[in-house]
C-alpha cells in the first residue's frame, strides 16, 4: 500500500496549514505514522508521530506547542495541523508507515529507517 500525503501550499509565516496522510490498506492501531520534513541542503527530520493502539503522540522540539497530529481511524487518515508557521519550517513534508510500534516515540523520530512505507511528499512554503 501506498501512503498519499496531501495539504501543502504556500502560507505567511504565523499562518497554518493542516495536511493529511491516506493510509490505505493499513490498521492504524497496528501502525507509528510518522511526518518527517526535508529542507533543501538539510537531513530528513523528524517531526511528529503517532503510535498504535494507545494513539499516543510525539513531538519533535521545534514544533511543539505549534504542530498537533491526529488521526481519523473511519478514514485511515492521520493530519499534521501546524500553526504559527515559520520559515524554518519549510520542506517537503512526508508521512511514513511502520509496524514496530515497540519503539519509543522519540527513537522513531530520531531514525526515519525504521519506517518502511513511505508517501511522496508535500511541499510546505512559508513565506510573505
Known amino acids: 500500500a501506498q501512503l498519499q500525503a496531501s495539504g501543502g501550499g504556500l502560507v505567511q509565516p504565523g499562518g497554518s496549514l493542516r495536511l493529511s496522510c491516506a493510509v490505505p490498506?493499513?490498521?492504524?492501531?497496528?501502525?507509528?505514522i510518522g511526518w518527517f520534513r526535508q529542507a533543501p541542503g538539510k537531513e530528513r527530520e523528524g517531526v511528529s508521530c503517532?503510535?498504535?493502539?494507545?494513539?499516543?503522540?510525539y513531538y519533535a522540539d521545534s514544533v511543539k506547542g505549534r504542530f498537533t497530529i491526529s488521526r481519523d481511524n473511519a478514514k485511515n487518515t492521520v493530519y499534521l495541523q501546524m500553526n504559527s508557521l515559520k520559515s524554518e519550517d519549510a520542506a517537503v513534508y512526508y508521512c511514513?508507515?511502520?509496524?514496530?510500534?515497540?519503539?519509543?516515540?522519540?527513537?522513531?523520530?530520531?531514525?526515519?529507517?525504521?519506517?518502511?512505507?513511505w508517501g511522496q511528499g508535500t511541499q510546505v512554503t512559508v513565506s510573505s
Open positions: 511514513a508507515a511502520t509496524g514496530d510500534t515497540y519503539y519509543s516515540g522519540s527513537y522513531l523520530l530520531r531514525i526515519p529507517k525504521v519506517f518502511p512505507t
Open positions: 490498506g493499513f490498521t492504524l492501531d497496528d501502525y507509528a
Open positions: 503517532i503510535k498504535g493502539s494507545d494513539g499516543s503522540t
